[in-house]
């Protein structure tokens, strides 16, 4: 849908709305498919939504729903009467200064049969709906429509929600709003934040259970105190290794101060996992030296930066590795692709690394130097293999061939620029499915036999993981060829 500035110059504080055209459900009078309409339910309360009849062919079926968004729909049986919100448009009248009211549809004077609506808002003027509140809308190209509220993230506005998908009308498309019914999903929301405004009254003055809290209501204090006892075995710990492990805080919860694990936020709370291991503040410093010890035993620095401070040293010894199969390796691709480095992160020294469109540094987590190494060799294989374009390739071919549950798809060796090749092996089941690539070391090529080629390829790529075995290759003389055996 084109947005549009807004042209409309009536006052919408003051504007109301008289429906006068309703269509009687009982009397099989329904709207066309997916017509957006004012509802009155039987309850008399008033909604709106999108018509979706079960049987699509027939115009007369009523039997189906209203859709409101997502999963959010009212069943035709519940619905009373409907008036049409798409065979009206109300830019002319709401151009005029003077209009106050609009009459939709000829004039009834009997009250049963029309409804009325007023007291508009405009998100323009900041007055935004209730969480879940369903609104009936004034659009800015003049068409009526129904949305449920959902706010941003950051609460500094939001959208109506009105169909499937979470189909929604912004705030740039809508000229003017007022609540329609309260209806279940809105009050589930209205009690929760009931509850939330009662949690917050309760956390306003906490009680601390003088067992649980002797220490205070500062973590920090039991993380000191858990810190002072791990030294006595790991000289080296530091609170910035213990925090690896998800943190713990004390917070409010009904009323009391408790320990929890730090869970995040969800839907913008946060969210926190009580301890329940103990109900002293001793017993807690002791779970956490427990919780804590493995984050602390292997941040050792003396083995973690056992070649020193200089991230130089690291890389070289990982640069002479990968060349040594890798030969058309050099420095600049690795540069190129990976950046490493050894920097202070939250108070401890950690191996970091950032790829190539990276704007930051990320922790390359890991125990030792030798880990560290191995992890940097991986990428910098990985920038090989992609430094060296691929010239030729051979499919293999292959029945139905079952791995641990997964069938496999694809197997297929490529000869890359360099003259060395790569395997790539793809397999899946009926709703999910993966791949891998593998270098073909020089070491497999110095055999003098395709067997033996074999013997050492499968120790790479063997059958048990990857499908197909010595028995299913050794007979194909076109990838003996490919692969240069005579």
């Known amino acids: 849908m084109k947005r549009q500035e ?15 055209d309703f269509h009687d459900v009982k009397a099989g009078d ?4 997916d017509e957006f309409c004012l509802l009155e339910l039987k309850d008399g309360r008033h909604t709106a939504g999108k018509w979706h009849p079960s049987d ?9 729903v209203f859709g409101r968004g997502g999963f959010d729909t009212i069943d035709v049986s519940e619905v009373l009467k409907w008036h049409s919100f798409d065979r009206y448009n109300l830019s002319s009248c709401l151009k005029e200064e003077s209009t106050k009211g609009i009459n939709i549809g000829e004039w009834i004077e009997d009250i049963d ?3 009325e609506f007023g007291g508009f808002y405009s998100t323009d003027d900041g007055d935004f709906p209730k969480q879940e509140q369903y609104c009936l809308l004034i659009l800015k190209d003049g068409r ?8 941003w993230r950051d609460k500094k506005g939001g959208q109506f929600i009105y169909a499937s998908a979470l189909s929604s009308f912004g705030m740039k498309e809508v000229w003017a709003w007022t609540p329609l019914s309260s209806d279940d999903i809105f009050e589930r929301e209205e009690e929760r934040e009931r509850e939330r405004k009662h949690e917050e009254e309760l956390n306003r003055n906490p009680f601390a259970d003088p067992e649980k809290f002797k220490y205070g209501t500062d973590i920090n204090v039991y993380y000191k105190m858990a810190l002072k006892k791990l030294r006595k075995e790991y000289p080296w710990a530091k609170l910035a290794q213990m925090k690896k492990e998800t943190a713990y805080v004390i917070v409010p919860r009904h009323g009391q101060y408790i320990f929890g694990q730090d869970k995040g936020t969800f839907m913008d709370e946060k969210v926190v996992k009580e301890w329940t291991e103990g109900s002293t503040a001793d017993e807690f410093v002791d779970f956490l030296c427990k919780y804590t010890k493995n984050a602390v035993r292997d941040s050792n620095p003396a083995e973690k930066f056992k070649f020193g401070m ?4 690291y890389l070289e010894k990982a640069y002479e590795n990968v060349k040594k199969d890798y030969r058309w390796f050099d420095k600049k691709t690795a540069e190129e692709y990976c950046q490493f480095a050894i920097k202070k992160v939250h108070g401890d020294w950690e191996f970091v690394r950032k790829f190539k469109n990276d704007k930051k540094y990320y922790v390359y987590d890991c125990t030792s ?21 691929v010239v030729d390739e051979y499919k293999v071919s292959f029945g139905s061939v079952e791995i641990q549950g997964w069938y496999l798809e694809k197997y297929v060796f490529y000869k890359l620029r360099s003259g060395d090749y790569k395997v790539s092996v793809q397999a899946g089941d009926r709703v999910t499915g993966g791949g891998r690539d593998f270098f073909i070391t020089p070491y497999c090529f110095e055999a003098e036999s395709y067997e033996e080629f074999l013997n050492r390829y499968l120790e790479i790529v063997p059958a048990r993981s990857f499908g197909l075995g010595k028995e299913d290759l050794l007979p194909d003389k076109n990838l003996k060829k490919f692969l240069g055996y005579r």
């Not at 329904?30 to 498919?33: N, R, T, V």
């Not at 200089?310 to 040293?313: K, P």
């Not at 130097?369 to 374009?389: L, P, V």
Request: hydrophobic letters at 40%; aromatic letters at 12%.
């Open 6 to 20: 807004n042209m409309f110059k009536c006052d919408h504080t003051v504007l109301h709305l008289s429906f006068n």
């Open 30 to 33: 329904m709207p066309e498919y």
């Open 56 to 64: 699509y062919s027939n115009k007369k079926s009523i039997s189906g």
């Open 113 to 115: 049969k029309k409804a």
């Open 144 to 151: 009526m429509a129904g949305g449920r509220w959902d706010w």
């Open 310 to 313: 200089d991230i130089e040293v």
């Open 369 to 389: 130097a030798e880990r560290f190494i191995e992890m940097a060799e991986h990428e910098y294989q990985e920038a090989a293999i992609r430094a060296n374009s």
